[in-house]
């Protein structure tokens, strides 16, 4: 049973515009999100995180927002660059815990 | 540093046989974790350890088991490959409040 998932397989934006990845979770243990940036043939790489007792955490071009009540959290990239396509995975876990829960991916495609 | 490093970047395997990846950081990192990724299924933990010697396990623990008897070192092991083994394997550690520092991943296939 999927805890975190990434109900859009694939995204395209227009380089200079705003690209919003969104994520949704079930378990409400959950109070440690991260957002993490895949290339191809590549590991995933850490972008942000957010814990639950913050709402908005912004990381230069990358803000990462969470609504507690709606188990819902998302990541917003200002502005896209052609640079940032990649598949993004959202994460979750119960505080600093020891598993991390992924979801399924969002493929994020900035167009020129 | 190399960061996190996974020793074989490919392998192909028949039914049956028997193989270890390694991995290795070099971060003095406590926890590390081992990570299977398939088309449409995301990330799923198969093991993970919080310190030397010690492992746990996680979403789909069956057919593989690891061992952690150096801090920079965790190895999974396939006992006897099947084909649903088929899969990329990610490498993670970290430290406590931090995010995963994740290897290139090594590419299995179970013929």
């Known amino acids: 049973d999927q805890q975190v998932k990434q109900n859009s397989p694939s995204l395209s934006v227009q380089e200079g515009r705003i690209s919003i990845l969104n994520c949704d979770y079930t378990?409400?243990?959950?109070?440690?999100f991260l957002w993490y940036k895949k290339y191809p043939a590549e590991g995933p790489t850490f972008l942000i995180s957010?814990?639950?007792?913050?709402d908005k955490n912004e990381d230069g071009r990358f803000t990462v927002f969470l609504n507690k009540s709606a188990k819902h959290l998302s990541l917003h990239i200002v502005p896209s660059q052609p640079g940032d396509s990649a598949v993004y995975f959202c994460a979750a876990s119960a505080g600093y815990g020891n598993q991390f829960y992924f979801g399924t991916g969002t493929s994020l495609t900035v167009i020129p | 540093n190399a960061g996190v490093t996974q020793t074989p970047k490919f392998r192909v395997l028949k039914t049956g046989q028997s193989m270890t990846l390694l991995c290795a950081q070099d971060m003095n990192h406590e926890y590390m974790y081992w990570y299977r990724q398939d088309p449409g299924m995301g990330l799923r933990l198969i093991h993970y350890s919080v310190g030397e010697g010690t492992t746990a396990k996680g979403e789909v623990p069956d057919g593989y088991n690891v061992s952690r008897l150096k801090k920079q070192n965790f190895l999974l092991g396939l006992e006897s490959a099947a084909p649903s083994q088929t899969s990329v394997y990610f490498c993670?550690?970290?430290?406590?409040?931090?995010?995963?520092?994740f290897g290139p991943g090594t590419r299995l296939t179970v013929t």
């Open positions: 378990n409400s243990m959950f109070d440690y």
């Open positions: 957010i814990s639950s007792i913050k």
């Open positions: 993670a550690s970290r430290q406590r409040t931090r995010g995963q520092y």
